[in-house]
């Protein structure tokens, strides 16, 4: 079987500015694909070249094995773009049921599914309330749910967790995997690196246009291997500070206050950290060797920016803005 979506060395510019620089992916089917980057890295032009929005300046984009974007094969796909946009005076269930139709399923049959997935999602009591009542959060999933209430081969998500708060964003995530598990392809954007650790099961970095680095979780986690140690806190940390700052012992560190990741000198002895760390009158919550973060592998390609404007914890994130 093709691969669902194939970019080859495609490259779109606008007034002078190249957004996406030869720029090629893979995304094999029944997975979950992460593209990721931080804010202007690409994305979002990179998912509207594959849609068909955009044309590529240079380079192709094959879908399904065929050369084209996604309005050749709109009824085998679902699009949930970054900038939302429902009919806020419709009702809930009659704008799912017009936008299912529009993708080439019976009116009969698109409510059926669409009442189905509003009481998988908790809004079956809003079904006959007009989308302008419901809040942001209510009305992405109303949103998600018309982009794969016509049961697509293929998910392309932008950003689909902005602006979600935990719980709703829990529900989606659970949502994802189930898609997966069904044997559908979905591909998603996002620059918080929790939910791309969680979910994916491939992933690609880019950073102004440019691949950084493609592959299975593994893969990137081995390629950019070393020891790494995750210490927290409970309480006070010591003389902690003075500890992570020898470098002897630690050759990187990303410190979030209770928490942080050190990446060891080649040769450390961890127990040496450990007794110091004690010695300092630290209390220790968690002490342990890990495979990196894909947060910390995230800031070490894109470079310190991505720590303040894209790798930023999930309950601290925010959407991101036009042109990622």
């Known amino acids: ?21 030869a720029l090629s ?22 998912l509207r070249m594959i849609m068909d929005i955009y044309e590529p300046d240079e380079g192709s984009v094959r879908l399904f094995g065929q050369v084209g974007g996604g309005r050749t094969h709109s009824a085998r796909i679902g699009y949930l773009p970054e900038e939302r946009g429902l009919y806020p005076r419709m009702r809930v269930v009659d704008v799912l049921v017009f936008l299912a139709e529009a993708k080439g399923m019976s009116r009969r049959a698109a409510r059926i599914k669409a009442l189905d997935w509003l009481e998988r999602l908790g809004l079956i009591d809003w079904r006959l309330r007009k989308v302008s ?52 392809t979905v ?21 102004r246009g440019k691949k950084l680095i493609d592959g299975t979780l593994a893969e990137v986690k081995r390629t950019h291997g070393g020891q790494h140690l995750i210490v927290a806190f409970d309480g006070s940390q010591g003389a ?74 999930a309950t601290t994130a925010a959407g991101v803005g036009a042109g990622a």
Not at 4 to 21: E, I, L, M, Q, Y
Not at 28 to 43: D, F, H, Q, W
Not at 273 to 287: C, D, H, N, P, T
């Open 240 to 313: 902690a500070q003075r500890i992570f700052s020898d470098r002897r012992l630690v050759a990187k560190i990303q410190d979030f206050g209770q928490q942080a990741e050190l990446e060891l000198t080649n040769g450390a002895d961890p127990q040496e950290i450990l007794r110091g760390l004690v010695e300092s009158g630290a209390r220790l919550a968690r002490f342990e060797l890990a495979s990196p973060s894909l947060h910390k592998i995230f800031v070490d390609l894109v470079g310190p920016e991505a720590a303040t404007a894209a790798a930023i914890p």
């Open 25 to 46: 992916l893979s995304v094999p089917s029944g997975i979950i694909y992460g593209l990721l980057g931080p804010n202007g890295a690409g994305k979002t032009t990179t």
């Open 1 to 21: 079987m093709s691969e669902p979506v194939v970019v080859d060395r495609a490259t779109k510019r606008f007034a002078g500015h190249t957004a996406v620089n």
């Open 187 to 207: 591909l998603f954007s996002t620059h918080i690196m929790e939910h791309a650790e969680q979910l994916c099961d491939r992933l690609c970095i880019i950073a």
């Open 133 to 184: 009542d419901l809040s942001k959060g209510m009305q992405q999933k109303v949103q998600f749910i018309s982009t794969i209430l016509h049961d697509p081969e293929l998910v392309i998500l932008d950003e689909p967790f902005s602006g979600l708060d935990p719980v709703n964003s829990q529900v989606l995530r659970d949502t994802v995997v189930d898609y997966r598990r069904r044997g559908k």
